[in-house]
T-cell receptor, first 114, second 111 residues
């Protein structure tokens, strides 16, 4: 079974703090994704990566950056957290490109920015 | 832009059949996914359709009509544990190679 893990289930940070969300997958998947999920808006893609050190912007990259130094690990960084970044953050991975591969999701990190 | 529509909420009775619809308008189409998401948990894969027709998998079936931009997820013999959100997602090859998700349909199964 594919396993995608995220470093925290719940996180509370203050406005202006730098926040790191970590995601690790154990199935040697090429692609990794970061989404945020908000009520009434569904899942929206922030960034994705199709290889080590490669990244692409998704639909809502503003205020976020990512890092992929190793194939199994994909980090989402909030350089200066703001209250409008309070959300559920979901990491996902898929085997290879083409977009037809199933994405497997981690359990999510519920981030609250005060 | 990409537009994925599905009802916000549905209620059905244990043992019954329910159909959750999804319509989409996207620039290109590489397939449609259905995911199940229980409250506070990660979405889990249910089905994938890329060709027209019905795909059956146990109590769950998914149908696709590409010409109509339409899909549905059919759940038979509903159980209480089927209470969850059901997410429709379309892969539209915009260059970003990603999935576009609907807002999800929250299904409540009542006794």
């Amino acid at each position: 079974d594919v396993k995608v893990t995220q470093s925290s289930r719940y996180l509370v940070k203050r406005t202006g703090e730098k926040v790191f969300l970590e995601c690790v997958q154990d199935m040697d998947h090429e692609n990794m994704f970061w989404y945020r999920q908000d009520p009434g808006l569904g899942l929206r893609l922030i960034y994705f990566s199709y290889d080590v050190k490669m990244k692409e912007k998704g639909d809502i990259p503003e205020g976020y950056s990512v890092s992929r130094e190793k194939k199994e690990r994909f980090s989402l960084i909030l350089e200066s957290a703001s209250t409008n970044q309070t959300s559920m953050y979901l990491c996902a991975s898929s085997l290879e490109g083409g977009g037809t591969d199933t994405q497997y999701f981690g359990p999510g990190t519920r981030l609250t920015v005060l | 832009g990409q537009n994925i529509d599905q009802p916000t909420e549905m209620t059905a009775t244990e043992g019954a059949i329910v159909q959750i619809n999804c319509t989409y308008q996207t620039s290109g189409f590489n397939g449609l996914f259905w995911y199940q998401q229980h409250a506070g948990e990660a979405p889990t894969f249910l089905s994938y359709n890329v060709l027209d027709g019905l795909e059956e998998k146990g109590r769950f079936s998914s149908f696709l009509s590409r010409s109509k931009g339409y899909s549905y997820l059919l759940l038979k013999e509903l159980q209480m544990k089927d209470s969850a959100s059901y997410l429709c997602a379309v892969n539209a090859p915009t260059g970003a190679n990603n999935l576009f998700f609907g807002t999800g349909t929250r299904l409540t199964v009542i006794p």
